[in-house]
């Protein structure tokens, strides 16, 4: 999952970018208006992290013309403790959530998790696949019960086709979500990926579709085309 920060505040956008990555997250860091807009205008992301005040295009406007746009990411707004009606004109423009300065990084961590859960139809902290369950909190993944030992490529790689269960999803956009904007884009890289998932996972989730990408079935449309 890859996450964009637009915050001017130099060591807190350092502080949710560490943050993040930690977490397991790909994360692009902007610190004014206009970069933020340009890089949510043209990159793909699961969820932006977007502060208000911001020098050269403030958040509002930010938010406001990527929704004008059509761009539909989830967006999680940062706001000052003393400055309600920003929450109001920030969700009023399009807002998913938003979060008060000061906060807890975790508290930006769960919003975020349940924001990206939220936008691909899962309610539950615990996505389920057959045998396969991933919790998006720990970022753990287990086979009939027992703990997988996953690189965070390849934790990312699953969580991301979990994440979007019965979509044919290309290489293009695994790409696109898995790595930051600096990665030497080879989508070859992925293939090598998924053949270890699969060997790791022990059981037949992952599909490839010939030509499209690659898809991972719920339980319900598996059975469908099994029949
Ligand atoms: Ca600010």
């Not at 997250?25 to 890089?39: I, P």
């Not at 406001?64 to 009606?85: C, F, K, N, Y």
Request: hydrophobic share 40%; charged share 30%.
């Amino acid at each position: 999952m890859r996450i964009l920060v637009v915050e001017d505040d130099i060591s807190l956008n350092d502080q949710l970018r560490s943050a993040l990555e930690d977490a397991g997250y790909v994360v692009d860091a902007a610190n004014d208006g206009e970069e933020g807009h340009f890089l949510g205008d043209t990159e793909p992301y699961d969820c932006v992290i977007l502060d208000i005040g911001l020098p050269v295009m403030d958040g509002i406007s930010v938010l406001q013309r990527w929704r004008e746009d059509g761009r539909a990411m989830p967006v999680l707004i940062l706001t000052a403790r003393d400055r309600w009606s920003d929450k109001v004109s920030g969700i009023d423009a399009g807002a998913d959530d938003y979060v008060t300065k000061p906060f807890h990084v975790e508290e930006v961590l769960a919003r975020v998790r349940a924001l990206i859960r939220r936008a691909a139809g899962h309610a539950s902290s615990e996505i389920r696949c057959g045998p396969l369950a991933i919790d998006t909190k720990s970022s753990k993944a287990t086979v009939d019960g027992v703990a997988l030992k996953l690189t965070s490529h390849e934790f990312r790689l699953l969580s991301y086709l979990a994440h979007h269960l019965d979509k044919v999803v290309s290489r293009t956009e695994l790409v696109e979500h898995l790595y930051d904007q600096d990665f030497d884009r080879d989508s070859n890289t992925i293939e090598v990926f998924v053949g270890r998932l699969r060997k790791k996972l022990g059981h037949d989730l992952i599909e490839t579709v010939r030509g499209l990408g690659y898809r991972m079935s719920s339980p319900e449309q598996a059975d469908k085309k099994a029949v």
